[in-house]
Every structure is written in structure tokens, then in C-alpha cells.
């Protein structure tokens, strides 16, 4: 899921939206598509997040930008490593906010690859992000 910031967010100000995954089982890698408006918001960096390397494994994150207002991610432990269970942030979404109205982030594509490399959905709902 995305975490919204709890309040609205200025014009000109980086925010934060961590992409948080639940009840995760044997979680190996997390490809993910996210869609933004960019007229709206400008992503800025994708750090990772505490779930894959709770054990000290190195993370790989790899992001790519497919265009105007859609990025594709993918978060992967290295191969052969066993897959972690459980909650946490997969990675951390920096955005610079443009202008004011409410804006809406959505996981386009989501899902969660398991240490045989066996995909399994995910589901997300889209959120709003409200810029003053």
C-alpha cells in the first residue's frame, strides 16, 4: 500500500510516501508500477525501505522512469537469499509537490515475487495527496 503524508503539503515541498507491503511470505523481490500526475508532483528519488534487508541482506533497487507520471520499481534480495516474512517498507517515493489540489498516486502494477520465483498479486488502492 502507499502511505499518504497525514496532512496536506505545501507547494514547492518534498514529501515522502513510503510503500509499505503486509503479510508478506517468502518475499524475495517486489515489482511494482506507480502512476502520478506530473503536472501535479515531481518524483524526486526512490530510497529503499527496511522489509528485504531486515536480516542484512543487500537490497537491490532498481527504478526507471517509463515516461511522464509513471515509474516502474522493482526491489529485489540477491538471488538465492531466502525470502523474508512479515510487514514493512518495501521503499520510500520522494516527490516534490507543484501546485495546489489534490493529486492522486496509484500502484498500477503490484505484486510480490517469493524465493522460487513464483509471482504472487498484490492489491493497492489509490491515494490522494493534497497539495496547499
Not at 102 to 107: E, F, I, N, R
Amino acid at each position: 500500500s502507499l502511505s499518504p503524508p497525514s496532512q496536506a503539503v505545501a507547494a514547492g515541498a518534498t514529501f515522502e510516501v513510503p510503500v509499505v507491503l503486509t503479510g508478506g511470505i517468502d518475499v524475495a523481490s517486489v515489482p511494482l508500477q506507480i502512476q502520478y500526475d506530473p503536472e501535479k508532483l515531481s518524483l524526486v528519488n526512490v530510497t529503499s525501505g527496511d522489509l528485504l534487508s531486515r536480516d542484512g541482506q543487500a537490497v537491490a533497487l532498481v527504478h526507471r522512469d517509463d515516461g511522464p507520471g509513471s515509474i516502474t520499481i522493482n526491489a529485489a534480495r540477491p538471488p538465492g537469499a531466502a525470502g523474508v516474512n512479515g510487514a514493512g517498507v518495501v521503499c520510500v517515493l520522494s516527490f516534490q509537490a507543484k501546485v495546489a489540489g489534490d493529486t492522486p498516486l496509484a500502484m498500477t502494477r503490484a505484486a510480490a515475487i517469493n524465493s522460487t520465483q513464483n509471482l504472487m498479486p498484490a492489491q493497492s488502492a489509490p491515494i490522494s495527496i493534497t497539495v496547499k
